[in-house]
């Protein structure tokens, strides 16, 4: 069981918005604006989409952004595109014991 | 280019030991705290270790599920890190990713550097 929780689905149709959430705690995401999500595509390595809860790499579309309200984390894809469809995981810190927690992960299906 | 390059994995048995490195090219390796986390088969991620940069001390830190068995290290001139897995279990089968925080000035957490990964299988 993972730390964080994420839904294990989501979907939408091409051009539609889709948020995802992760809760976690008053440990993690209560505790600290250091969220992350990151997207993965079958057989590839994770890659970061956003990091303190709003913040885009260089490179990444606007159309992914965050947001955090309480314990809860949300990641919202807006404008979908085929190759929107992948895994996504959300990470927090979480202080100088635990460090960091992931969630279990959300397959999103472009329908 | 940037990118890191993740080596060692195989087949081994409960018990047994395995070092894994992984290679980083294109940026400054020393200033990065450098970190693994791994992904058992068609689960979720899973942090298992990091090492800070010696500007802050070079320690290290370990997921509760693997501290007392696995240690990190580090050789800036090589630009490589180790992780020297010892008493393994069958649970510690997973793709183990080496990964770069994307901060400099703090404990990790967010990665924007991701190898491919390398397997580690534990089976008798």
């Known amino acids: 069981q993972s730390a964080l929780t994420q839904p294990p689905s989501a979907s939408g149709s091409p051009g539609q918005s889709v948020t995802i959430s992760c809760t976690g705690t008053s440990s993690d995401i209560g505790a600290y604006n250091y969220v992350s999500w990151y997207q993965q595509h079958p057989g590839k390595a994770p890659k970061l989409i956003l990091y303190d809860v709003t913040k885009r790499p260089s490179g990444v579309p606007d159309r992914f952004s965050g947001s955090k309200s309480g314990n809860t984390a949300s990641l919202t894809v807006s404008g979908l595109q085929a190759e929107d469809e992948a895994d996504y995981y959300c990470?927090?810190?979480?202080?100088?014991?635990?460090?960091?927690?992931f969630g279990g992960g959300t397959n999103l299906t472009v329908l | 280019e940037v990118q890191v390059v993740e080596s060692g994995g195989g087949l081994v048995e409960p018990g047994r030991s395995l070092r894994l490195s992984c290679t980083a090219s294109g940026f400054a390796f020393g200033d990065y705290v450098m970190t693994w986390v791994r992904q058992a088969p068609g689960k979720g991620l899973e942090w298992v270790s990091f090492?800070?940069?010696?500007?802050?001390?070079?320690?290290?830190e370990y997921a509760a599920s693997v501290k007392g068995r696995f240690t990190i290290s580090r050789d800036d001139s090589k630009r490589i890190v180790h992780l020297q897995m010892n008493s393994l279990k069958i649970e510690d089968t997973a793709l183990y990713y080496c990964s770069r925080s994307n901060k400099l000035d703090r404990d990790p957490d967010a990665f924007d550097i991701w190898g491919q990964g390398t397997i580690v299988a534990v089976s008798s």
């Open positions: 990470c927090s810190y979480a202080g100088s014991n635990t460090f960091l927690v």
């Open positions: 090492i800070r940069s010696k500007a802050n001390g070079g320690t290290t």
